[in-house]
């Protein structure tokens, strides 16, 4: 099995990001140093289970969100994320990303991808 700790600390930065909160902050709601919170986004340290549940925990969003790269069955996570980037949508933006994943996913087909 190989764990992506590179990817997993992408994901937490962008989910940090997302919800506008710094990486202080992060750090001081999982009790750990502010050096050890950069260390696990810029994967120079490998994130331990029970810190990256309180991240997730932090975070408001699930583990396995955050391993989503690591995971083998990854389709049922993105199932997921897409279902909840839709779920703050309103019904014309739901159509216009519905149109952009129908054209993307149509010329990724076009081009042999």
Known sequence: MHINYKDIGNKI?????????TQ?????LCNIS????SNIENANTKVSLP????IANALNCT????????L???SIISDSIVNDILSGC???????IMDTIITL?????????
């Open 105 to 113: 996913k149509d010329s990724l087909s076009k081009h042999g991808e």
């Open 72 to 74: 083998n069955n990854n």
């Open 90 to 96: 309103d019904n014309m933006q739901k159509a216009v």
């Open 34 to 37: 502010i050096p050890h919170m």
């Open 63 to 70: 583990v396995d969100n955050l391993l989503c790269n690591s």
């Open 51 to 54: 810190v990256l549940v309180d």
């Open 24 to 28: 202080e902050k992060l750090a001081e």
């Open 13 to 21: 930065r962008y989910e940090r990001k997302k919800q506008n909160i």
